[in-house]
C-alpha cells in the first residue's frame, strides 16, 4: 500500500465517505454520515472525522470522532449518545494502524483534550485495541441474534430462542392484537418511552432526538416503527434502525397495563421475521453491562450470540476525578467522560 496520510471528513469527501462505510462488511449504524448529522443536531458536538488516505486519494480506514467543550474542557468521543460504537473501520491491518498511532499522538495524547474514548466494534474482533493510549478500560457485551436465513423464517427463528420467549410469543400471538408499521406514532413512541423510563428509574433520550431522526433519515428504508395495537389503540411500539444487513433494535416501549398480553414479543417477533425476510442477517440488540442480568437475560433468551467490546479511556485533565457525577451529567450530557465508579466523589 502506498504512503497513508490522515485527513478531516470534509463536504468534498462526503460521497467517497459514504461509499466506503455502505462497502465495509463491519460498518455499523453508527459510522454513517447521516448519524453525524444526527449528533451534530441533538448533541450539539462538534465532529472531526478522521480519514486515512492513499497517495490515490482513496480511503483506506476511518475514525468518526465527536467533541464536547465544557467546564473541564473538551471531550473527545467515537462515539457518544447511548452507547453508539464508533471505533476505526480500515481495509488493512497497516490503515488501522496508522489511525490508531494517529489518535494516540493527536487526541489522547493532546494534553489540550481534556478526555478521550474509543468504542471498539463488537462486529470487528480481530483488531486489538489493547495499546491504544488509554487509562481505563471498561466492558460491554454486544448481543446479536443471526437472523438470515433463506426460508422458512418463522420456524428457524424459532427454533433460535429459549423456550420461554417462544411462549412469549405464542401467548402474544393468541392476544387479537394488530401488528403494523406505522411511522407517524413518533408522539406514542417518545411520551411512552419517558413514561417507561421514569418507571424504572431510568434516564429517558432527549426529545430532540425523536423529533430530528426522521427527518435525516428515510422511513421504511432506513427506519421503521413497529406498533402493536389493541382494538385499534397503540399499547407498544419499536423504533429500528436499518443498516448494511443489520437490524438496531433501538427504542422499545410498552403501555405499564398491557404488559401482560406480550406485545413487545409480539413486535419483536414479527420485525425480526420481517427483516430475515427482506435479506439482513443481524440483528443487534445493543451492549449490556455485565451488571444488566435481567436486561442481558431477556436479550439472551431471542438467541444472542455474545460479543465483547471495550471503552477505552484516556484522562489527560485529572481534575476529572474530582468532578461530581452531576456536573459531568450537566457539563456533558450523552458524551462518555468516564465510568463514574473511577470519581474520588463516588
Known amino acids: 500500500m502506498s504512503k497513508l496520510t490522515c485527513i478531516k ?5 462526503n460521497d467517497r465517505y459514504d461509499d466506503f462505510v ?10 454513517t454520515n447521516k448519524y453525524k448529522r444526527l449528533l451534530n443536531t441533538i448533541l450539539g458536538v462538534e465532529d472531526n472525522y478522521l480519514l486515512a488516505i492513499d497517495e490515490n486519494q482513496v480511503i483506506q480506514a476511518i475514525l468518526p470522532l465527536m467533541y464536547k467543550k465544557g467546564i473541564l474542557g473538551t ?11 464508533g471505533a476505526i473501520l480500515s481495509n488493512s491491518d ?7 498511532e494517529y489518535y494516540d499522538n493527536n487526541i489522547a495524547g493532546n494534553i489540550e483534550i481534556a478526555a478521550s474514548t474509543v468504542i471498539s466494534n463488537p462486529l470487528i474482533t480481530n483488531h486489538n485495541y489493547e495499546n491504544i493510549k488509554h487509562e481505563i478500560k471498561d466492558h460491554r457485551i454486544g448481543q446479536f441474534t443471526k437472523i438470515g436465513f433463506s426460508e422458512n423464517h418463522e420456524e428457524q427463528l424459532m427454533n433460535l430462542f429459549h423456550y420461554k420467549t417462544r411462549n412469549m410469543v405464542r401467548k402474544s400471538q393468541k392476544q387479537n392484537l394488530e401488528v403494523v408499521v406505522d411511522n407517524s406514532q413518533i408522539d406514542f413512541l417518545f411520551d411512552t418511552h419517558k413514561k417507561n423510563m421514569a418507571a424504572i428509574g431510568g434516564r429517558a433520550k432527549i426529545e430532540i432526538f425523536f423529533r430530528t431522526f426522521s427527518e435525516i433519515y428515510k422511513e421504511n428504508e432506513d427506519y421503521k416503527i413497529y406498533v402493536a395495537k389493541d382494538n385499534g389503540v397503540p399499547i407498544a411500539a419499536l423504533l429500528l434502525f436499518y443498516h448494511n444487513q443489520t437490524v438496531e433494535y433501538y427504542s422499545p ?14 413486535l419483536i417477533f414479527e420485525a425480526m421475521k420481517n427483516a430475515s425476510e427482506g435479506g439482513y442477517k443481524l440483528w443487534n440488540w445493543g451492549g449490556t453491562w455485565a451488571s444488566q442480568d435481567g436486561v442481558y437475560r431477556f436479550k439472551k433468551r431471542w438467541g444472542t450470540d455474545d460479543i465483547n467490546y471495550y471503552y477505552y479511556t484516556q484522562i489527560n ?5 474530582n468532578a461530581s457525577k452531576e456536573t459531568l451529567l450537566k457539563e456533558y450530557p450523552d458524551v462518555f467522560v468516564l465510568p463514574f465508579q473511577h470519581l474520588i466523589s463516588n
Not at 455502505?22 to 459510522?31: L, P
Not at 416501549?253 to 409480539?266: D, M, N, T, Y
Request: charged share 25%.
Open 253 to 266: 416501549v410498552i403501555i405499564e397495563e398491557h404488559r401482560e398480553k406480550q406485545p413487545l414479543s409480539l
Open 22 to 31: 455502505s462497502k465495509h462488511e463491519s460498518s455499523m449504524f453508527f459510522h
Open 94 to 100: 497497516l490503515a488501522f494502524d496508522f489511525l490508531k
Open 75 to 85: 471531550v473527545v468521543n467515537s462515539l457518544p449518545f447511548y452507547g453508539s460504537n
Open 9 to 13: 471528513l470534509t463536504e468534498a469527501w
Open 317 to 321: 485533565n485529572k481534575e476529572i476525578f
